[in-house]
């Protein structure tokens, strides 16, 4: 395998001169020439290929230039992979679309996004490509396109985008997952693509809790196909980076000689100041938790002999909203004994506002067992 | 008779919301429905250049996007609106419109402070595409800065901007 640094020198050779970091960053060489009219001059691409395989920082990465950079002179290809995790969409929740208890137990992050759409899996096996444009300049189905066109050209694999605008190959089998962040000025589109990933590992991984009550982005999910049992053994990250950002340059400049070279990121708060502030923000639990949709999860409650009525157990339905509880309550309150109803009434003051822990069915089972002094004294009354 | 009628009809349609003008066939089929919107309380509505709309009364500011926004973005799944009591200044971002897998920032077109959120649509998101200028309205605000909303365009305004940038 041919690594990122092996592989950019080779680049160099082909696509001509690797912008330093310092120039090319900071777009000194995209100006636009004054002799020409700004409108007719299409933006200059540039493609940046992070070396990091770290969720957290390669997502920052993004979000650093979606809200620092314009677009307006140049557009971006960023390329970019994983370490095995799972990546959520901007409005989803963990529990529904993660295998949660699995993921902690292997220590594979998860982490949320800031675009929309549904969960995936990446490892080393999946590439991602985000194109940054000008928000006007947006258009989703000409990137995939060029991601077909070189699936197509360069590997012989026969790829379209459908109506969801997931690449699929053969008998509709998913090989990408798109997703996309449109803010005032800036916009990006960012795609998966699955080249050796281990499928099995992708479908352990995004089974999660689907009895919990969402109004959330659901995930559509999908037969997966990998590009490396279609394209032999020719197709690897390695080659197909290499081919998406060569065909990015030169789709634009015919003469490769004038199309920027590759440029290596590094994506951390010396090399972009304010990053690590981005990269802390998406690790935190205000973020992955906190900005849960609101959900509710009903669960059997087993009871007390005391509290017991005609049945041993009780359907108790627990409310969340952004990762906090805002009610617990009982279902099929009318068949239920009054002592119970106020108990639950109680534990639902005392766990409002308390952050929602998938363990709190047991806590509130255990409270049933434990009568407050409030209840007693009510019953009294 | 048949040409006085028409001719009725279209400065009413005109006066009552050019914008509609732009799905000319159902722009006359609604424009009952978008009357009501425009019931005296509120005063014009007020548009910026990235399709937000603000209508006031009195200190308070009725914030929504326009057909124009909802159309470009397509079925909306999911709505994230600021919390109430939340303080804005003009053009900051306040909420996510997520649509076919695009997620979109919301801005405010004016400052202010959060008086009221529409519950409805973030139960029901549809709402923003089936009535953006009515029961589709996002959230409502304390006016902060009033004299902003002499920077914002009116209908006319609007309409002709969208003209402009579709040539």
């Excluded at chain 1, 340059?249 to 015919?254: G, P, V």
């Excluded at chain 1, 199309?259 to 304010?274: I, K, M, Q, R, S």
């Excluded at chain 2, 050019?18 to 609604?30: D, E, F, G, K």
Aim: glycine share 8%; with cysteine; proline share 5%.
């Amino acid at each position: 395998m041919l690594s990122l640094k092996k592989l950019s020198t080779n680049l160099l050779r082909n696509c001509g001169p690797l912008g330093a970091v310092s120039t090319s960053l900071y777009g000194s060489t995209s100006q636009p020439s004054p002799s020409r009219p700004r409108a007719t001059e299409p933006p200059k691409r540039v493609v940046f290929i992070s070396q990091s395989t770290d969720v957290f920082s390669n997502l920052a990465f993004e979000d650093w230039l979606y809200k620092n950079w314009s677009f307006e002179k140049r557009s971006i290809l960023f390329l970019w992979r994983n370490s095995p995790c799972v990546v959520i969409g901007r409005h989803q929740n963990p529990l529904v679309e993660a295998n949660i208890p699995y993921l902690e137990s292997a220590g594979v992050p998860v982490a949320r996004r800031g675009s929309g759409g549904g969960a995936v899996y990446h490892d080393h096996g999946n590439l991602n490509c985000t194109f940054f444009t000008a928000r006007e300049r947006y258009d989703r189905r000409q990137n995939l396109e060029l991601i077909c066109n070189v699936l197509n050209h360069d590997f012989g694999i026969q790829a379209r985008a459908n109506s969801r605008d997931d690449i699929v190959v053969g008998h509709d089998n998913k090989v990408s997952g798109t997703a996309a962040k449109l803010g005032r000025t800036s916009a990006y589109h960012h795609c998966t693509l699955l080249v050796r990933t281990d499928r099995q590992q992708l479908r352990l991984a995004l089974q999660g809790d689907k009895t919990i009550q969402i109004k959330a982005t659901h995930s559509v999910s999908s037969p997966v196909a990998n590009l490396g049992d279609i394209g032999g053994k020719d197709m690897t990250v390695e080659k197909l980076l290499a081919s998406l950002g060569r065909t990015y340059l030169t789709e634009q400049e015919q003469d490769p000689r004038l199309a920027n070279g590759f440029t290596l990121v590094n994506p951390t708060d010396d090399w972009f100041p304010g990053l690590g502030k981005i990269e802390a923000d998406l690790r935190s639990g205000e973020w992955i938790e906190g900005k849960t949709p609101r959900f509710t999860i009903r669960r059997s409650v087993s009871l007390p002999p005391c509290l017991a009525g005609t049945s041993a157990s009780a359907n108790i339905t627990v409310q969340a909203y952004h990762g906090v509880v805002e009610e617990v309550r009982l279902e099929d309150g009318l068949m239920a004994c009054e002592e119970l109803t106020d108990l639950v009434l109680d534990i639902s003051t005392s766990l409002k506002g308390t952050p929602y822990t998938p363990g709190i069915f047991c806590d509130i089972s255990n409270r049933l067992r434990v009568p407050q002094p409030l209840h007693t004294q009510r019953s009294f009354l | 008779m048949a040409r006085v009628l028409l001719s009725t009809l279209a400065t009413f349609t005109h006066k009552v919301s050019p914008i509609q003008l732009i799905r000319t066939s159902t722009a006359i089929t609604h424009a009952p429905r978008y009357l009501s919107t425009t019931r005296g309380v509120l005063s014009e509505r007020k548009y910026t250049e990235k399709h937000e709309w603000v209508a006031v009364d009195g200190k308070i500011g009725t914030i929504g996007i326009t057909n124009y926004a909802q159309e470009a973005l397509g079925d909306i799944v999911y709505i994230q609106l600021p919390e109430v009591g939340t303080e804005f200044e003009q053009m900051e971002e306040c909420g996510v419109l997520e649509s076919v897998k695009a997620a979109s920032d919301l801005f405010t077109p004016v400052s202010g402070k959060v008086t009221e959120i529409n519950s409805a649509i973030e139960d029901r998101p549809e709402l923003l595409n089936i009535s953006c200028y009515d029961e589709g309205w996002l959230f409502k605000l304390e006016l902060t800065v009033p004299s902003e909303l002499d920077g914002l365009m009116d209908e006319a305004g609007y309409e002709n901007f969208l003209q402009e940038n579709k040539e």
